[in-house]
């Protein structure tokens, strides 16, 4: 069998029996197909642990960053593991293989007022889209959901949202978990609930519909959120993953409780949490800067 046929047949156990999300295929298809490139006419089962070190190394002097290099070895590592599996190779090449090292990156944050000039979408020619997006705006910055977490929710969660301040999403992997409502986005969902049946199509369970009545796509939100951003006048481009930073940073920076922060964003691990410690130092940096008469700098 040839190498890239036992790409297919692995990408298809991850989405099939693994339930990976087609994004996560996606990125895995395009990692795997760039290893095969490099190896060249050599059969991937047969590739050696300093080829892969070439293979990193050659792709870091064309500009790749250690965080995409990491992603791609993990890629990478997790086919070889599948082959493994399959009696198709001994021992995994990847193993102890390492990335270098990239700046740490901290992800951007809205500051509290920039999220409330952001939470007042005003779209007077059309109320229900107005109410809808703001319905969407509130639920991204209340709960820290991802885009596809809340694209996929069904108007059935309205229920527990509006009466019981909580909504339930399927995560990453389908795991699920609980995450608060807020009092200002139960009253924006409320309101949308009264009004969603105006641009629904019949028999549509979507919670978030678009104009022409189905469930609503993840560029749409994505375009409707950037398109308020400019119309509150935020300096910086907005997009739904930084209002899930901001939810996380803003929550942390209040009651320093980082384990039900990790919680709410569904991470597995609390070290991809910690990021918002950084964030928080960040801020404590820059009123520090600003107030104090020993810290301010010509």
Same mark, same amino acid.
């Given at each position: 069998m040839s190498s890239a046929a036992t790409v297919d047949d692995y990408l298809a156990e991850l989405a099939e029996q693994r339930r990976q999300s087609p994004h996560t295929i996606s990125n895995y298809r395009r990692d795997l197909r760039r290893l095969l490139a490099l190896a060249g006419g050599v059969p991937a089962p047969e590739l050696q642990v300093h080829q892969?070190?070439?293979f990193v190394a050659q792709l870091h002097g064309q500009g790749l960053s250690g965080r995409s290099l990491a992603r791609m070895l993990s890629a990478w590592r997790g086919y070889f593991a599948w082959l493994g599996q399959h009696n198709s190779v001994a021992a995994n090449p990847c193993e102890g293989v390492r990335p270098p090292k990239s700046p740490r990156r901290?992800?951007?944050? %809205?500051s509290v007022d920039e999220a409330a000039a952001l939470l007042a979408p005003d779209d007077v020619d059309? $109320? =229900?889209? #107005?109410?809808r997006d703001a319905a969407i705006f509130e639920l991204f910055y209340s709960s820290g959901l991802r885009l596809a977490e809340l694209a996929a929710l069904d108007v059935d969660a309205l229920?527990?949202?509006? %009466?019981e301040g909580e909504v339930r999403v399927l995560g990453k992997r389908s795991?699920?978990?609980?995450? $608060? =409502?807020? #009092?200002?986005?139960?009253?924006a969902l409320a309101a949308w609930r009264d009004v969603r049946e105006q641009m629904a199509a019949e028999g549509e369970r979507a919670l978030f519909v678009s104009r022409r009545g189905s469930r609503l796509s993840h560029r749409s939100i994505q375009l409707?959120?950037?398109r308020q951003a400019i119309l509150a006048g935020l300096p910086s481009h907005v997009h739904p993953h930084m209002l899930r930073h901001s939810f996380a940073s803003h929550v942390l920076q209040s009651s320093g409780d980082l384990r039900a922060v990790q919680e709410m964003l569904g991470h597995a691990s609390i070290a991809s949490t910690q990021v918002?410690?950084?964030?928080?130092f960040q801020h404590l940096a820059k009123v520090y800067d600003s107030a104090h008469p020993r810290a301010k700098r010509s």
């Open positions: 892969i070190r070439r901290l992800p951007k944050a %809205l059309d $109320p =229900v889209l #107005a109410s229920e527990s949202v509006v %009466l795991k699920a978990r609980i995450v $608060p =409502v807020g #009092a200002r986005a139960r009253e409707r959120l950037g918002y410690t950084h964030l928080d």
